[in-house]
């Protein structure tokens, strides 16, 4: 699955020059938004599967906030950034209002932020492998000439399945079965889980009690699981130096905290 970026151009040329053999993938554009709290509980997601006229929908806690979507649209050769167009994000707050029958009937200044990202949908390349039975769920891999394995489609819940399939597909391409067995993504574990543990939420705020409240210390935790230690001594020693965040406009508070350490660890 892909989403946008400035890389991608090289990806979408490169499929381009594959058409001659039917490789080339459809592009569609998802947009997400992130809206107030108050549409999901605490711990407590929605996805509403669609039908009757509605399109799927996904309704997460996130970091005190609620992430919502996604839209599905052919994607515009206009498009330059990851900014979607108006209709996208009025298109979400429709979803939101019917699937929630109008109990929850969300405002445009409730969109605290959205962004749009690139899809490219299985389109039968040869060699050609599907997985997964739902069409809009499924993935598809196959590989090239020079032996470049490309795996297009799914989703955010499909990723361990994915990569399983992807590595197992590889090994059997490139002929690797005396170097490498076949892999089960549902026993690895992510990265920041190894030294996990359900009280280093509160270890951490006792580390840092002049810049760490309770709540920021969850949401460290939950974005980095063990490395928020890490992510946390590095605020430190930079003076926990916070971005300028959004605030509700119904409450005029600032939903999260994000410290300028948190981008330039993202980025390395």
Same mark, same amino acid.
């Given at each position: 699955?892909?989403?946008?970026?400035?890389?991608?151009?090289?990806?979408?040329?490169? $499929?381009?020059?594959?058409?001659?053999?039917?490789?080339?993938?459809?592009?569609?554009?998802?947009?997400?938004?992130?809206?107030?709290? &108050?549409? /999901?509980?605490?711990?407590?997601?929605?996805?509403?599967?669609?039908?009757? #006229?509605?399109?799927?929908?996904?309704?997460?806690?996130?970091? #005190?906030?609620?992430?919502?979507?996604?839209?599905?649209? %052919? %994607?515009?050769?206009?498009?330059? /950034?990851?900014?979607?167009?108006?209709?996208?994000?009025?298109?979400?707050? *429709?979803?939101?209002? =019917?699937?929630?029958? #109008? %109990?929850?009937?969300?405002?445009?200044?409730?969109?605290?932020?959205?962004?749009? +990202?690139?899809?490219?949908?299985?389109?039968?390349?040869?060699?050609?492998?599907? $997985?997964?039975?739902?069409?809009? =769920?499924?993935?598809?891999? $196959?590989? *090239?000439?020079?032996?470049?394995? @490309?795996?297009?489609? +799914?989703?955010? @819940?499909?990723?361990?399945?994915?990569?399983?399939?992807?590595?197992?597909?590889?090994?059997?391409?490139?002929?690797?079965?005396?170097?490498?067995?076949? @892999?089960?993504?549902?026993?690895?574990?992510?990265?920041? +889980?190894? &030294?996990?543990?359900?009280?280093?939420? *509160?270890?951490?705020?006792? &580390?840092?009690? *002049?810049?760490?409240?309770?709540?920021?210390?969850?949401?460290?935790?939950?974005?980095?699981?063990?490395?928020?230690?890490?992510?946390?001594?590095?605020?430190?020693?930079? #003076?926990? &130096?916070?971005?300028?965040?959004?605030?509700?406009?119904?409450?005029?508070? /600032?939903?999260?905290?994000?410290?300028? @350490?948190?981008?330039?660890?993202?980025?390395?």
């Amino acid at each position: 699955m892909c989403w946008w970026d400035p890389s991608l151009d090289l990806e979408v040329k490169w $499929f381009e020059s594959q058409k001659r053999r039917k490789a080339s993938p459809a592009e569609h554009s998802v947009a997400h938004a992130v809206l107030e709290g &108050r549409f /999901t509980e605490k711990g407590v997601g929605l996805y509403s599967p669609g039908g009757a #006229g509605k399109n799927p929908l996904l309704l997460l806690p996130w970091l #005190g906030a609620t992430l919502a979507g996604p839209t599905t649209a %052919a %994607a515009s050769e206009k498009a330059t /950034t990851a900014a979607p167009p108006s209709s996208e994000v009025k298109a979400i707050l *429709s979803e939101v209002k =019917d699937h929630l029958n #109008g %109990a929850l009937a969300a405002k445009p200044l409730e969109v605290l932020s959205s962004w749009s +990202g690139l899809r490219l949908s299985p389109a039968r390349p040869p060699p050609y492998r599907r $997985f997964s039975g739902k069409k809009r =769920d499924a993935f598809a891999m $196959f590989s *090239s000439e020079s032996g470049l394995l @490309t795996v297009t489609g +799914g989703n955010w @819940t499909l990723y361990r399945q994915m990569a399983q399939a992807a590595v197992n597909h590889a090994i059997e391409v490139a002929a690797l079965h005396s170097l490498a067995q076949p @892999t089960d993504s549902r026993t690895v574990v992510l990265v920041g +889980g190894h &030294r996990y543990t359900p009280e280093l939420p *509160s270890a951490l705020a006792q &580390r840092h009690p *002049s810049a760490l409240t309770a709540q920021k210390a969850q949401q460290l935790v939950r974005t980095y699981g063990d490395r928020s230690v890490e992510v946390a001594e590095l605020a430190a020693a930079d #003076g926990f &130096r916070a971005l300028p965040s959004p605030k509700s406009p119904s409450s005029g508070s /600032t939903s999260r905290v994000v410290w300028e @350490t948190e981008v330039e660890y993202a980025i390395r």
